[in-house]
């Protein structure tokens, strides 16, 4: 039984159909990518999970049928969503952003544990934690966003575009943290993402869309092997 | 994995604590520059006139102000949780006002003023459920009309209940004056000082160090993100309006022993009090307490040292002044331009 499965899940914006029947699944302690260009659906897909979206089909999370609901009950259900921009509180501190990580979690749990723990990931948090988050770098801003979901001890986080508008080497770190936090903490992770090279690099499976529907899937190697995976994503 | 160091910007140095610090003593010197500085002038141009007498005329002015201030902060909540200018922000004040009326005809003023609280507190909170709620994702100027149409709802409903005679209202401060080096100052206006400080500082502290007011200052800075934290987004909105309408109550319950209570108490309070909003910044809580007394001040001492405005165009002068201050700083004295960086 995966933990999240979707089921020929359609969604629309309006008249616009963005998703057109998308069916995918993933495993306790996965990392899955999302690959697709711009407007293939790849947001709206965590969307849709995070019950932010209008959709139709069955979406299941841990047993549980979630499509339709709210994204508040979503994330209360143990989905940590950092949506693409990040979702911060630009005027709320570092630390004061992370504390709202742990608002929604359903264990109650040690608050101040969870944080010393996670912050091991991002040793500068520690020396800015009184800084408005939105005067971070962006790469700050994008590790204290992934920082608060894990304060939250989330089942399953859901990464969007985390390389959007970063350098290269912030992009390798993040990945390489994201890879960390799998192995270490057997976090589940669903990520989104167009720079499919990295994506296929961390991740063990990947469903690729185009137009609102898979593609393709398979495992990361595979990918890797698909010509037309190769020619359109990859670049080589 | 650690991130490179980056060059702190110089404003970042000192810690926001430190810097806030600064930035108040600063605020402290220029306001009693700019008294000392008015009174200077008065001397010059005043018949009469009594450093005591323009003093007495300042603490009044605050204590006007203070009821201002009360009524903006209410605003300020509203339009920072929900981006809402809440029209119907003093009927409601002015209901509650008149419910604290009927309690305290059945009992000691301050058990009916906390009982006051009370009831204002749950029927905000169902106002935003019940009444805002289904227009909320409306365009502004639909939720705008909605408020329009609460106030003249209660402003209609008041006078239904309660008949349409004015009635004096009780003060829990006593009616004499104290004289403090020489100044003689009213019992009643420092009692209306005490309280709207005191609510001011508590709302501070709500906001500064509780689980809650950390949820409720997040939802203000992005709702959909708060959701997405699993926050009840819902329910911090009725939260915030429940606040604002506790707010209303008490700027109504100190303004009334001296404006008495009918059904337009608060009319022309809340105009002066969206003028303070917008001249503190109207997304700035303290903007809208500092507004909120310097327009009383203002309008306290230009109505008695400028014989041409008097009683009369205190308004139209109060309005003057928002309209220089927006010329030379269009947000406001404490609205910031948000910073960030992506």
Same mark, same amino acid.
């Given at each position: 039984?995966p933990?999240l ?9 309006g ?5 057109h029947g998308?069916?995918l699944a993933?495993?306790d302690?996965?990392?899955?990518a999302i690959l697709?260009?711009n407007g293939?659906?790849?947001?709206t897909?965590?969307?849709s999970?995070s019950?932010m979206?209008?959709?139709s ?5 841990n047993?549980?049928?979630i ?5 508040e ?7 940590a969503?950092v ?8 005027e709320?501190?570092v630390?004061?952003n992370?504390?709202?990580g742990?608002?929604?979690r359903?264990?109650g ?9 996670f912050?091991? #990931?991002?040793p ?6 009184e800084q408005?988050?939105?005067?971070l770098s962006?790469?700050?801003? *994008? ?5 608060r979901?894990?304060?939250g001890?989330?089942?399953?986080l859901?990464?969007?575009e985390?390389s959007?508008?970063?350098?290269p ?5 993040l990945?390489a943290t994201?890879?960390r ?7 589940t992770?669903?990520?989104?993402? *167009? ?5 296929l ?9 185009e137009v609102?529907?898979?593609?393709v899937?398979?495992?990361?190697d ?10 359109s #994503?990859?670049?080589? | ?11 970042l140095?000192v ?5 806030a610090?600064i930035l108040?003593a600063a605020?402290t ?7 000392l500085?008015?009174?200077?002038v ?10 005591s ?29 929900t981006d809402?200018?809440?029209?119907a922000?003093?009927?409601m ?5 008149f419910i604290?009326?009927?309690l305290?005809n059945h009992m000691p003023?301050w ?16 106002i935003?459920?019940?009444i805002?709620?289904?227009?909320e994702h409306?365009?502004?100027?639909v ?11 209660l402003n209609?409903?008041a ?6 005679e ?6 829990? $401060?006593?009616n ?9 100052i009213?019992?009643?206006?420092l009692?209306v000082?005490a309280?709207?400080? %005191? ?8 906001f500064r ?6 949820v409720?200052?997040?939802?203000a ?5 708060s ?5 009840r987004v819902g329910?911090?909105?009725a ?11 008490i700027?109504?319950?100190?303004? %009334?022993?001296?404006q ?6 608060m ?7 969206f003028?303070?909003?917008v ?8 903007? %809208? ?9 203002l309008?306290?001492?230009?109505g ?11 308004l139209?002068?109060? $309005? ?5 201050v927006l010329l ?8 910031h ?5 992506v």
């Open positions: 039984m933990l499965e979707l089921m020929d899940v359609h969604a629309r914006y008249p616009i159909r963005a998703l998308i069916s993933v495993d302690g996965e990392v899955v697709g260009a293939a659906g790849k947001t897909t965590l969307r999970i019950s979206t209008r959709t089909g069955e979406i299941r999370f047993d549980k049928r499509a339709r609901r709210s994204p009950y979503v994330a209360r259900l143990g989905v969503h949506p693409e921009g990040r979702g911060l509180f630009p709320l501190s630390w004061e992370l504390r709202m742990a608002v929604g359903r264990r749990g040690n608050f101040q544990a969870d944080a010393k723990r912050i091991g #990931y991002f500068w948090m520690e020396r800015r934690r408005p988050a939105g005067t962006g790469g700050e801003q *994008q590790m204290l966003a992934l920082g979901a894990l304060v001890r989330p089942k399953l859901m990464l969007d985390p959007l508008g970063l350098a080497t912030v992009v390798r770190e990945f994201v890879r936090l799998n192995e270490e903490e057997g976090l992770v669903l990520v989104v993402e *167009q720079n499919a090279t990295i994506a690099d961390v991740a063990s499976r990947a469903y690729v869309l609102g529907k898979v593609a899937e398979g495992t990361s595979e990918l890797q092997r698909h010509e037309g995976v190769r020619k #994503y990859l670049g080589y | 994995m650690a991130i490179p160091a980056r060059p702190a910007l110089p404003q140095d810690s926001p604590h430190v810097r610090l108040a605020w010197i220029g306001t009693l520059a700019v008294i500085l008015i009174g200077l008065l001397t010059q141009t005043e018949d009469v006139f009594t450093w007498g323009y003093i007495q005329q300042i603490v009044s002015g605050l204590a006007q102000g203070a009821i201002f201030a009360s009524l903006a902060l209410a605003l300020v909540l509203i339009y920072r949780t809402i200018l809440n029209f922000q003093g009927e004040a002015m209901f509650t006002t604290a009326w009927s305290m003023y058990p009916a003023f906390v009982l006051t609280l009370v009831i204002a507190f749950v029927g905000g909170a169902a935003e459920r019940v805002i709620r289904p227009v409306r365009p502004e100027i939720v705008v009309i909605v408020t329009i149409g609460l106030l003249i709802a209609g409903l006078p239904w209940i309660w008949g349409p004015v009635k004096p209202f009780e003060t829990p $401060f006593s004499g004056t104290t004289e403090i080096g020489g100044v003689v009213a019992y009643q206006d009692g000082l309280v709207t400080l %005191a609510t001011v500082l508590l709302l501070w502290a709500f160090f509780t689980t809650l007011g950390l409720m200052r997040a939802v800075n992005s709702q959909d993100a959701r997405l934290l699993g926050v329910w911090m909105l939260l915030g309006w429940g606040l604002a309408a506790m707010l209303g109550a700027a109504g319950m100190m303004a %009334a022993p001296t008495f209570l009918d059904a337009n108490l009319l022309i309070i809340l105009i002066y009090s003028a303070a909003a001249l503190g910044g109207i997304d700035s809580p303290v903007g %809208a307490v500092v507004g909120g007394l310097i327009l009383g001040v309008i306290n001492i230009l008695t040292y400028v014989d041409f405005i008097g009683g009369e165009l205190r139209p002068a109060a $309005f003057v002044v928002l309209l220089v030379i700083r269009p947000q406001g004295l404490f609205g331009r948000v910073v960030r960086r």
